[in-house]
Structures are given as structure tokens and as C-alpha cells.
Nanobody, 119 residues
Framework: QVQLVESGGGLVQPGGSLRLSCVAS????????MGWYRQAPGKQRVMVAT???????NYDDAVNGRFTISWDKEKNTVNLQMDSLKPEDTAVYYC?????????????WGQGTQVTVSS
């Protein structure tokens, strides 16, 4: 089992910045990929950014150039720096960890943190 605890959400004005953090604890997965997803009201949960243990990074087109994902392996923490925020970035943001455990593919989710972009 992997436990994920997010922090850093809140209310910010358009054009502002927020930094989300996700601290992971518990089992160490092989082929580990950490990431952030978000879910706006009435919409499906979608990928925002992911980072693999090998350093491969992917961003959704909607956030590319504005958001930056990073992984501090010494602190078991994945961060999402969000700049130039827009109202359409408003959503619940979820940290995720996926990989291999006991020869099976597994995915773990955090509890989510609310990000609201509004003037």
C-alpha cells in the first residue's frame, strides 16, 4: 500500500500561482510513475502532469508551459508548481502513484485538494 497526502490548495486570483505537494509513504513501487490529475465539477478526472522514476515528464496541453512537476525522491515528495493560473484550472487536484507491486499493476490516489481560481 502507498499513502499519498496532498497539500497546498486554496483560492488564488487569475494570473496567480500555487504550489501543490504530495508526500508518499508506504510501499516502494517498481516502474513508479507519480502524477497529478484534476476533476472539475461535472467533468471527468483528467491527467495534468506525470513524472516517472526515470525522469520522463508529460503535461496536458492545457497546462504545458504554465505548470511544472518535480519529484524530490529524498523527501518522497512530488510537487506541482502552477503559474499563470486561469479560472478553468479550478478543480480538485489528486496526487497519484502507479507502478508494479507483486507482479501486478497498481494505482493509488490521494484524497484531493481544492484549487479555486477566481477574482
Amino acid at each position: 500500500q502507498v499513502q499519498l497526502v496532498e497539500s497546498g490548495g486554496g483560492l488564488v486570483q487569475p494570473g496567480g500561482s500555487l504550489r501543490l505537494s504530495c508526500v508518499a509513504s508506504g510501499e516502494v513501487l517498481s516502474r513508479n510513475v507519480m502524477g497529478w490529475y484534476r476533476q472539475a465539477p461535472g467533468k471527468q478526472r483528467v491527467m495534468v502532469a506525470t513524472i516517472s522514476s526515470g525522469g520522463t515528464i508529460n503535461y496536458d496541453d492545457a497546462v504545458n508551459g504554465r505548470f511544472t512537476i518535480s519529484w524530490d525522491k529524498e523527501k518522497n515528495t512530488v510537487n506541482l508548481q502552477m503559474d499563470s493560473l486561469k479560472p478553468e484550472d479550478t478543480a480538485v487536484y489528486y496526487c497519484t502513484s502507479r507502478g508494479r507491486s507483486n507482479l501486478q499493476n497498481v494505482v493509488f490516489w490521494g484524497q484531493g485538494t481544492q484549487v479555486t481560481v477566481s477574482s
